[in-house]
T-cell receptor, first 119, second 118 residues
Framework: GAVVSQHPSRVICKSGTSVKIECRSL??????MFWYRQFPKQSLMLMAT?????????EQGVEKDKFLINHASLTLSTLTVTSAHPEDSSFYIC???????????????FGPGTRLTVL | AQKITQTQPGMFVQEKEAVTLDCTYD???????LFWYKQPSSGEMIFLIY??????QNATEGRYSLNFQKARKSANLVISASQLGDSAMYFC???????????????FGQGTRLTINP
C-alpha cells in the first residue's frame, strides 16, 4: 500500500519549453501533496504544498508563475515548469499524505522522482 | 538556525555491524514529529521510522530503531546488523506542530551518506 507514482521519470527538453510532471497516489486519497526539488548531493527543498481543490502554497523564493501546481483531484497533482531554462534542471520529487488504505495520516509517501534536464 | 542538523556527511561501516546516524533538531513547539528516510541511488525516498514528541518509547521498525533523547533534542537512527543494501543517503526530517488531517510539511536535514563495506 501507500504507492505514489510520478511521470515521467526522466525528461529532457529544450530551453523555453514547458514541462508537466504528474504525481499520483495509487491506493489512497491524497488530501495534501508536496513538491520538492533536490540538487545533486543536497537535501530536499520544499517548493510548495497543495491541498485538493485549493491553490498551492509556495515556499519563500519559489516563483509561482514559473512552477505551476494543480491539485485537481484526490489522486493527482501536477507540476508544470514553464519556460524552462538550464538552471531549472534538477530532480523533482512529489510526496503525498492523506487518508484511506493502509497509510498513516501523519506520514508523507514519496514518488520516485523526475529528473529534468533542460538543454 | 538549522532546524535539523545531521553532522555526519558520510559514514563507512563494515557489513553486519550496527551503525548510528546522528540527528539533532531545534524547535520550540511542544508537539512535533521526527522521521527518517532512506534515499538509494535510484532517488526514491523510502520511509523508515517515525517518532512523535509525546511518544514515551523509542520507535522501532525491524532493524531500525530511533534513539529519541528529548532533553538533548536528538533523534539518532540506529541500524542493527547492517547489510550491503543499506548503502544510501539517509535523511532526518521534522514536522512542527500537532497532527492535523493530512500530512504536513517537513524540514529535512542535509543527509548522511552511508556506505556498507563487505
Amino acid at each position: 500500500g501507500a504507492v505514489v507514482s510520478q511521470h515521467p521519470s526522466r525528461v529532457i527538453c529544450k530551453s523555453g519549453t514547458s514541462v508537466k510532471i504528474e504525481c499520483r497516489s495509487l491506493d489512497f486519497q491524497a488530501t495534501t501533496m508536496f513538491w520538492y526539488r533536490q540538487f545533486p548531493k543536497q537535501s530536499l527543498m520544499l517548493m510548495a504544498t497543495s491541498n485538493e481543490g485549493s491553490k498551492a502554497t509556495y515556499e519563500q523564493g519559489v516563483e509561482k508563475d514559473k512552477f505551476l501546481i494543480n491539485h485537481a483531484s484526490l489522486t493527482l497533482s501536477t507540476l508544470t515548469v514553464t519556460s524552462a531554462h538550464p538552471e531549472d534542471s534538477s530532480f523533482y520529487i512529489c510526496s503525498a499524505g492523506g487518508r484511506g488504505g493502509v497509510i498513516s495520516t501523519d506520514t508523507q509517501y514519496f514518488g520516485p522522482g523526475t529528473r529534468l534536464t533542460v538543454l | 538556525a538549522q532546524k535539523i542538523t545531521q553532522t555526519q556527511p558520510g559514514m563507512f561501516v563494515q557489513e553486519k555491524e550496527a551503525v548510528t546516524l546522528d540527528c539533532t533538531y531545534d524547535t520550540s513547539d511542544p508537539s512535533y514529529g521526527l522521521f527518517w528516510y532512506k534515499q538509494p541511488s535510484s532517488g526514491e525516498m523510502i520511509f523508515l521510522i517515525y517518532q512523535g514528541s509525546y511518544d514515551q518509547q523509542n520507535a522501532t521498525e525491524g532493524r531500525y530503531s530511533l534513539n529519541f533523547q528529548k532533553a538533548r533534542k536528538s533523534a539518532n537512527l540506529v541500524i542493527s546488523a547492517s547489510q550491503l543494501g543499506d548503502s544510501a543517503m539517509y535523511f532526518c526530517a521534522m514536522r512542527e506542530g500537532p497532527i492535523i488531517q493530512g500530512a504536513q510539511k517537513l524540514v529535512f536535514g542535509q543527509g548522511t551518506r552511508l556506505t556498507i563495506n563487505p
